[in-house]
């Protein structure tokens, strides 16, 4: 399946444009699964694995949604088989929409937060959820000093 390119978020998302590469082609077996998650609390992640050094791989590829909504972070294959984090969903991808490469979205399309350029592998699944599980009690205790 060849896939016809995705590689950078709307201007109005604050993300940062990245070049355009040429087009890769994503084969099922090997292609990564995808955790979504609510906009607030992937940010909040993001935020958390880029700053802990320690942490193995870092994050890896971030996709949001046009409407801001949700943020998806590609993970390993497999790794919808046994996610149970409340709040997020794993869903396998099989490839499909998977789209790297030479194409930019229109304003409202889904885009990158974090480019394959510019990040690399997927996310670990085991860092994603302790990076989901600190974030969640992060908003949780901001909320509350409302």
């Not at 998302?13 to 990245?18: F, H, K, L, Y």
């Not at 794993?90 to 937060?113: E, I, K, Y």
Request: aromatic share 2%; charged share 15%.
């Amino acid at each position: 399946m060849e896939s016809t390119g995705m590689n950078t978020a709307p201007a109005s998302s604050g993300a940062t444009p990245v070049p355009a590469a040429t087009a890769v082609a994503v084969a099922p077996a090997e292609a990564p699964d995808l955790v979504t998650v609510p906009t607030r609390q992937g940010l909040e992640a993001v935020d958390i694995i880029r700053r802990a050094a320690g942490l193995p791989g870092g994050v890896g590829p971030v996709l949001h949604d046009g409407s801001g909504d949700t943020l998806g972070f590609l993970v390993p294959p497999g790794t919808a088989d046994g996610w149970d984090m409340p709040g997020s969903a794993c869903t396998q991808t099989n490839g499909r929409g998977m789209r790297f490469g030479d194409v930019s979205p229109t304003a409202g399309d889904t885009g990158w937060l974090l480019p394959p350029e510019a990040v690399g592998p997927v996310t670990d699944p085991e860092v994603l959820r302790a990076a989901l599980g600190e974030a969640a009690r992060l908003i949780e205790a901001a909320d509350n000093c409302r």
